[in-house]
């Protein structure tokens, strides 16, 4: 099993910043690849960005060149860092981790990010 919780969610002005923060505790030695997904009020979950097990990562379209991925081994911690917000930004955003072994895939409850104009 494994427990994921999300935090550094908030409300922010268009333009500002946040760093979202995924700890991970369990049998974190079994995660694989890891990422962010966000779930605007009355759309569907989008994927933010993906990071894999050997550091790769990918984004999506409307945040590249503003968001970050990065993962800490040594921390069991993974972040978001997200730069020049904008209101379509909004959302609550997750943390999945997928188990190399099962592939199940963990979720985080999300963390709320707002951004007004």
């Known amino acids: 099993q494994v427990q994921l919780a999300e935090s550094g969610g908030g409300l922010v002005q268009a333009g500002g910043s946040l760093r979202l923060t995924c700890a991970a505790s369990?049998?974190?030695?079994?995660?694989?690849?890891m990422g962010w997904y966000r779930q605007a009020s009355g759309k569907q979950r989008e994927l933010v960005a993906l990071?894999?097990?050997?550091?790769?990562?990918n984004y999506a379209d409307s945040v590249k060149g503003r968001f970050t991925i990065a993962r800490d081994y040594a921390k069991n911690t993974m972040y978001l860092q997200m730069n020049s917000l904008k209101p379509d930004d909004t959302g609550v955003y997750y943390c999945?981790?997928?188990?190399?072994?099962?592939?199940?895939?963990?979720w985080g409850q999300g963390t709320q990010v707002t951004v007004s104009s």
């Open positions: 999945p981790a997928v188990d190399g072994n099962t592939l199940r895939i963990y």
């Open positions: 990071i894999i097990s050997g550091g790769s990562t």
């Open positions: 369990g049998s974190i030695f079994t995660i694989r690849n």
